[in-house]
Every structure is written in structure tokens, then in C-alpha cells.
């Protein structure tokens, strides 16, 4: 029997509004705001504006963390929730972001990562 560590869920989002997800005070209002809707605890936010476009960011959590990475050019956001259980509905918060960044096509995966026996050896 394997047990998962964590569970990962990726979300890209397309044809975004350019000016939103290229704003670093957008960025960190939108996950933050998103964090709460799904009851995740914010331990540290830092997000990194490029020049001459594009935002990086991570949000640390207790449960683990959210990562974005933009892409205005091509009005393209790729996002990340890394969390240590299955039990954090992240469905309100990802319709939350989608309707913010006014995305109109999303594409979801969610995976577990960090399997390790159950079985302890003797």
C-alpha cells in the first residue's frame, strides 16, 4: 500500500486579459483572495514583475504552495496548487481566478506526487 505526500493540481489558463496578469497588485490580490475562498492558510507572498513583461510569483501556504508564471504576450497564465491533502476544494477558487483574469478557456490536471510504502520495513 502507497501513501501520497502531496497532490498536485496545474490550471493553464488562456486568452487572459493582457493588463490584469500583467500587474504584480493583481496578481497578488487575485491568489491571495483566492487562497481564502479556498481556505488556505497565506504564510509569505512574493511576486517578481519582469522586464519588460511578465509575472512570477509563489505563495507560501501551510498546506504547501501556489505558484504562477505569465505570459500577457500571448495572454497565457500557467498556475500551480500544491497541497499535503485531498481535502481543500480548490473548484470555487480556480472559477474565482478564471472569471478574474477573464480566461476564457482552461485546461486542468491534477496529479499525486511523493508515494512512499505504508508498510513499515522491519
Known sequence: MKKSLGYQTTIDFYDCNATVINSVHSIKNILEKAANIMQLSIVNTTIHEFSPIGISGVIVIKESHIAIHT?????????????????????????????QFKSKRIEKNSSQRGFLDTIEQK
Open 71 to 99: 505570459w500577457p504576450e500571448h495572454n497565457y497564465v500557467a498556475l500551480d496548487f500544491f497541497t499535503c491533502n485531498k481535502s481543500f476544494d480548490l473548484e470555487e477558487g480556480i472559477s474565482w481566478i478564471q472569471a
